[in-house]
């Protein structure tokens, strides 16, 4: 007797993908993307609400095939209005999305890993070491899920219209996931979203960033944190496998497909360690080598971390001095923090799995 067919999760095929699976079962391509269109532009998960899709076709579905995002298990919703979703993926683990709301535009950031191998120092997730990979299904599977969740009018105005890849993980250590989400998103018959407005957020990894950069060019950011390599070694490790001058490297071959003509590095503000003047006359030195813009993060605390976040004055001077040398610099504002849904803080509630604070060489005062 032969054994019955697994379930196959649709949502972790993007449309090449989904038309290849169901070549395989005899059906055209015209199938896939009307089912495409029905889970991803209408999310819908029941295969018998798509009504014109063939019963034939529908049966076959139902026997063979589900559509499944992550669980929920916490909704939090911040004094701000930006919301965090604690997701299950499974095998006791839990990854974070946060939607947070603005005038012009609605941005959902997505996690790509259940923690993070890279052990940044200043970041929350990485404290928790690395469990896995997301599947591209628990990947777009989280924009699926808030859609339904936020009620989003499949013929009304978009409530996400920014998508970035800066929640749990570094989204190119899980390169294949993360771009199967990335053509869905894309996909004008899935979420249809502009290249200008779907962003990865990298380390450095910088073999990955050439091949992103062939497979699926979106806008880019580079989370800096330090303008020189004794300390992103300290605060970004893996700086010492992919040095700043390998890194800028790979930036300005980056920017001849990107879908911006800038790089936004991302800099985020720790009192004493790397927010000295200096420090600003660095990252202008930076500046001149690559096309770019620097996005100021003042830091998000959380238990344990062994950093404060630099005083407002001192931010405003940093970024005072970048821009008098005709740099773009922003300083992000800090959302969903009494939720712990800002920028560093997501599954902050967790053992440090890294013992990074015992072994950490800290502060780092000088360059």
């Not at 209408?42 to 049966?59: C, H, I, N, Q, Y």
Request: proline share 5%.
């Amino acid at each position: 007797m032969a054994a019955p067919e697994i379930m196959q999760n649709l949502l972790d095929f993007d449309a090449a993908a989904l038309t290849e699976w169901f070549a395989e079962r005899g059906e055209k391509p015209f199938r896939a993307r009307q089912v495409l269109r029905w889970m991803h532009r209408f999310g819908e998960a029941d295969f018998d609400a798509m009504t014109d899709v063939a019963k034939s076709l529908r049966l076959m579905l139902k026997e063979s095939a589900c559509v499944v995002a992550p669980t929920p298990v916490r909704d939090t919703v911040s004094t701000d209005g930006t919301r965090k979703w604690l997701l299950d993926v499974g095998n006791a683990n839990a990854v974070e999305t946060v939607f947070i709301p603005e005038t012009t535009r609605g941005t959902l950031c997505i996690s790509s890993q259940a923690g993070c191998a890279l052990d940044c120092a200043f970041c929350s997730t990485g404290k928790q070491g690395f469990n896995r990979n997301l599947s591209a299904g628990e990947i777009i599977g989280q924009l699926w899920l808030a859609n339904r969740l936020l009620g989003a009018d499949p013929d009304g105005e978009r409530i996400i219209s920014n998508v970035v890849m800066m929640g749990m993980g570094e989204p190119l250590a899980n390169f294949d996931n993360v771009v199967s989400a990335l053509r869905l998103m894309l996909d004008d018959n899935a979420y249809g979203l502009s290249r200008r407005r779907v962003t990865v957020s990298t380390s450095g990894i910088v073999p990955a960033m050439d091949r992103l950069r062939e497979a699926c060019p979106v806008a880019l950011a580079v989370s800096l944190h330090a303008p020189n390599d004794a300390l992103r070694d300290e605060l970004v490790p893996i700086n010492k496998k992919y040095p700043l001058k390998a890194l800028l490297g790979a930036c300005e071959r980056y920017l001849v497909s990107a879908p911006r003509d800038f790089i936004t590095f991302e800099y985020v503000m720790l009192d004493g360690i790397n927010d000295h003047d200096e420090h600003a006359r660095q990252l202008i030195d930076i500046a001149r080598q690559v096309s770019c813009k620097f996005n100021l993060i003042p830091f998000n605390p959380f238990p344990g971390s062994g950093f404060e976040r630099s005083p407002s004055s001192r931010i405003k001077r940093f970024s005072q001095i970048l821009q008098d040398a005709d740099i773009v610099t922003t300083t992000r504002k800090t959302r969903g923090e009494d939720v712990d849904a800002a920028c560093g803080q997501l599954a902050g509630q967790v053992k440090d799995k890294t013992r990074r604070t015992q072994r950490r060489v800290m502060p780092i005062t000088q360059v």
